[in-house]
């Protein structure tokens, strides 16, 4: 080993988690509106800040008129099984999984739902065959394979005339890619992801083909007072302009606020976009001069912008067997967190051994930028010791 110098510089903010994710720059909770605070999210001023928060929403994500917006209780999680357990078994289902949640989807439809489901599957770093999808069916997908750094290119590939339902889980994609609403039935996301805000909470949009789905469908199997979407055969319309199912928590609800506001002071989510752009873009630069590391997505198109996932592909550390893989990247990351380098940077624990670097809009590019160094030398370091 060479030159073990330490980079001279750090991140002036070392937060790459990808959830709980960083906060957006110049976050302080005294620039959060508290007037609500300790009042009933039902009151004249709850609903009105709720119902902030959905236009707001709308606005910057480019939602169309006569789609609905509703924030859900269990973050993405809770919005995806509203979804599901309220509009699957009308028709036949397709489930498309390529990292862990999306397998996680498969599992609660197949052995909880127990409907006979297409399973189309891929490995960490892949896709499955997108063109052999059957749009006659209700099809469930992620958009951005959080655990995987891998996701869909466009959506291109989903049928303009299909019969089926598309449910999309765009948790980690939302506001940092383009979604095309033109082709998307139902798409949920958390704002603790691109928009940096507090975890509890989901967002479910539904388009005007899941709204006739609820209207004119009753699934068989009972369903929880979290999951319903409509009273007397109809769209429970109040969830939709912010009399919520159960009580959220209005101080998470500001601070969503406070982080649409930044977003529209930056110029809406083209600038959102591009921040994580740019920030991909260094890592991409790291990459193509660093031997030692690679993306875990294959394929340049599918390669996430916001859940970074590399690879070390190093033939010294591929020659290690998978645990002791793992305790080399265990290593690193303790290395980077105690220099304050990096923060909660290991990939996810069903993933292969590698490293996750969140590039969320709420990251600043040039904390990106301070870190790749740290990733040679965090590298070359534990190399000394371990390989």
């Known amino acids: ?85 309220s509009m699957l078994g009308a028709r036949a289902c397709t489930m498309m999984a390529w990292e862990s949640f999306g ?19 891929a490995e960490y770093g892949e896709l499955p065959d997108l063109g052999a999808v059957d749009f006659d069916t209700d099809v469930v997908f992620t958009w951005n394979g959080t655990t995987s750094g891998v996701r869909v290119p466009n959506a291109d590939w989903i049928a303009a005339d299909r019969k089926g339902l598309t449910i999309c889980d765009a948790t980690s994609g939302a506001f940092a890619q383009e979604l095309d609403w033109t082709k998307l039935d139902v798409v949920t996301f958390s ?15 539904l388009g005007p083909r899941a709204v006739e789905r609820l209207e004119n469908y009753t699934p068989p199997w009972p369903l929880p007072k979290i999951f319903r979407l409509t009273k007397g055969g109809k769209l429970i319309s109040g969830i939709f302009t912010g009399a ?93 967190e105690s220099e304050n380098a990096a923060l909660d940077i290991g990939g996810y624990r069903d993933a292969p051994p590698g490293l996750r670097v969140w590039c969320g809009a709420t990251v600043d590019p040039s904390d990106v930028k301070a870190l790749m160094p740290w990733l040679d030398y965090a590298f070359r370091k534990t190399a000394e010791t371990l390989l």
């Open 191 to 205: 704002w603790q992801k691109v928009m940096g805000g507090e975890g509890a909470h989901g967002v479910l949009i």
């Open 244 to 336: 919520t199912i159960n009580t959220p928590s209005m101080l998470c609800v500001e601070d969503y606020i406070d982080g649409l506001n930044w977003a529209e002071s930056l110029g809406g989510r083209k600038a959102l976009q591009a921040r994580s752009n740019e920030s991909f873009a260094t890592i991409e630069a790291f990459v193509a001069e660093n031997a030692a590391f690679d993306f875990l997505a294959g394929d340049k198109a599918t390669r996430s912008n916001t859940s970074v996932c590399l690879s070390i592909v190093d033939p010294a550390f591929a020659k290690l067997d998978e645990p002791a893989q793992r305790d080399f990247v265990k290593a690193m990351t303790k290395l980077l």
């Open 103 to 121: 397998a996680g989807w498969v599992t609660d439809v197949v052995k909880q739902l127990k409907l006979d489901a297409t399973v189309m599957t």
């Open 1 to 85: 080993m060479t030159d073990l110098t330490k980079p001279a510089a750090l991140p002036a903010r070392p937060h790459f988690s990808s959830g709980p994710c960083a906060k957006r720059p110049g976050y302080s909770l005294d620039n959060l509106e508290t007037q609500v605070l300790g009042r009933s999210h039902r009151s004249g001023l709850g609903k009105e800040r709720l119902k902030l928060a959905i236009d707001k929403t709308r606005e910057i994500l480019g939602v169309p008129d006569d789609y609905h917006i509703g924030i859900v209780p269990a973050s993405d999680t809770g919005a995806v099984e509203m979804a599901m357990w």
